[in-house]
């Protein structure tokens, strides 16, 4: 279900960025933020200096609205534009709705009795910002992975927990994704399954996640079509009708539309082997100023592939 005609008029491109790009679109995790989930000075300064060049920053991210301010409040980062749940919400600057897909009310239940059903560790998210997101599971107990998750993202004035013992008939609406965190052999043949089983009708994959310390995975699944790459366009049509005056930065699966739609495509260093043959060029990794080297490069008039 796509909101997007009920809410505010898109953002549109301010003055000309003076390198040739209007947008900066960057994933958070794995990319601006290093395998600490900290941001380094560098690309700070990088990302201040392609702001004052004219480019309008965008953060293109996974997480939940909620989830991004906690890491976001002190990182100092210039003004900027959020794709958030993976492209199914989209907010400007000033925090309003711009652009939104909702999973239909059927296929949200299915999945997630699916993904109960092969014994893996469900979240369902509803989210109709400004309101607070809702977290809703079947129990705080489960996959390690899943419960180091839960703790890491406590109920408060942003989140709001529900357990729901009967999670797939719940009463609940503006369901943005349906995810499942977990590791392991099981886990990763239970997602193959039903990452095949639901392919061709919702937009769906399977990802690593960071989580103090350790590294697991999440299975993921969104109303059809939904992508950063789309919402961002929502978001900013003026990136629609120039795509090539776009920066894309990326490492992850559902990086790779905005990558390949992008002017210029960026996959990080630590990328899957995907994105990176997507891409236009690959940067050092995150914990290696991977960023701030490629807008570097970029500011001070640097070549790159044609």
């Not at 997007?4 to 994933?27: F, H, I, N, S």
Request: contains cysteine.
């Amino acid at each position: 279900m796509d909101e997007t005609a009920k809410m505010k008029p898109p953002v549109e491109a301010g003055r000309q960025a003076g390198p040739g790009y209007d947008y900066l679109l960057v994933d958070v995790d794995g990319t601006l933020l290093d395998s600490s989930g900290r941001m380094s000075e560098r690309t700070g300064r990088a990302l201040h200096r392609a702001a004052a060049a004219g480019m309008q920053l965008v953060l293109a991210t996974g997480r939940t609205c909620s989830s991004l301010s906690r890491i976001t409040s002190g990182l100092g980062l210039p003004p900027f534009h959020l794709v958030a749940s993976g492209g199914a919400l989209a907010l400007d600057r000033g925090g309003n709705l711009r652009h939104a897909e909702y999973m239909p009310d059927g296929l949200w239940r299915e999945v997630s009795r699916a993904l109960a059903d092969e014994g893996l560790s469900v979240v369902v998210f509803s989210h109709r910002p400004p309101e607070p997101l809702l977290s809703c599971v079947q129990s705080v107990a489960g996959d390690p992975h899943f419960e180091a998750y839960l703790a890491r993202n406590p109920p408060s004035a942003l989140l709001e927990r529900r357990v729901l013992p009967d999670l797939p008939g719940a009463e609940l609406s503006h369901v943005v994704e349906v995810a499942a965190l977990g590791r392991g052999p099981d886990f990763d043949q239970a997602s193959r399954r039903l990452l095949a089983r639901f392919g061709g009708r919702t937009s769906c994959h399977n990802m690593q996640l960071f989580i103090n310390g350790e590294y697991g995975r999440i299975t993921e699944f969104f109303a059809p079509g939904v992508s950063k790459w789309k919402s961002f366009l929502a978001l900013c049509p003026g990136a629609a009708a120039r795509p090539e005056r776009v920066i894309a930065v990326g490492d992850e699966a559902n990086d790779l539309e905005m990558v390949r739609g992008a002017g210029l495509g960026i996959a990080m260093g630590n990328a899957i082997g995907l994105l990176k043959e997507a891409a236009d060029m690959v940067t050092a990794d995150h914990d290696s100023d991977g960023v701030a080297l490629a807008l570097e490069r970029v500011l001070d008039g640097g070549s790159f592939p044609a």
